[in-house]
């Protein structure tokens, strides 16, 4: 049976509701109604116009967008990302012309947990760095436990010095 998916039609299956017709619980325990969930974008200056780098000793935050990425077009500015919490999304996405360079770790050494899993690569593959290539590029991820990220970006991953990076063009 075809299933009336505007935002209407969702708001109509509504069971339990949260908020009216706003936001509410469908009959499966799903969350329906909302125009949509707004996360935020760290990176970017208060005008909204310059990458603001971070210093590698300040975590990425866990959630959200990350702006990331050197201006100078050989350039490479390295970041380090906050340990994941599980079911939680983080978009990493470069607007500049540099690399930047993703490390899985709450320590700036690169010593502490944390690793990257991508299924394009055999089961037991992890990696300890994401480098980010130019305008453009983006990587989706997702925490699989408090010390794993999952790489849900698909295309474009490659290998890169003895499993341990991934490269995303």
């Not at 990331?68 to 340990?83: D, E, F, H, M, R």
Request: charged share 10%; glycine share 14%; with cysteine.
């Amino acid at each position: 049976m075809a299933q009336n998916t505007s935002l209407e039609g969702l708001r109509s299956q509504i069971k339990t509701s949260i908020f009216g017709r706003r936001l509410g619980l469908d009959s499966d325990g799903f969350m329906v109604g909302p125009k949509q969930s707004r996360v935020q974008v760290e990176g970017v200056s208060s005008a909204g116009s310059t990458i603001v780098s971070t210093a590698v000793a300040t975590p990425l935050s866990n959630y959200g967008v990350s702006l990331v990425g050197a201006t100078a077009a050989s350039g490479t500015t390295a970041y380090i990302l906050a340990a994941p919490s599980p079911g939680v999304r983080k978009t990493l996405f470069v607007p500049t012309t540099g690399y930047a360079v993703v490390i899985a770790t709450t320590d700036s050494t690169g010593a502490g947990a944390g690793a990257f899993f991508a299924s394009t690569g055999s089961v037991t593959s992890t990696y300890q760095k994401i480098t980010l290539t130019g305008k453009g590029a983006m990587c989706d991820l997702i925490g699989l436990t408090t010390a794993l990220w999952g790489v849900l970006t698909p295309a474009g991953i490659t290998t890169v010095t003895t499993g341990y990076q991934l490269q995303i063009a």
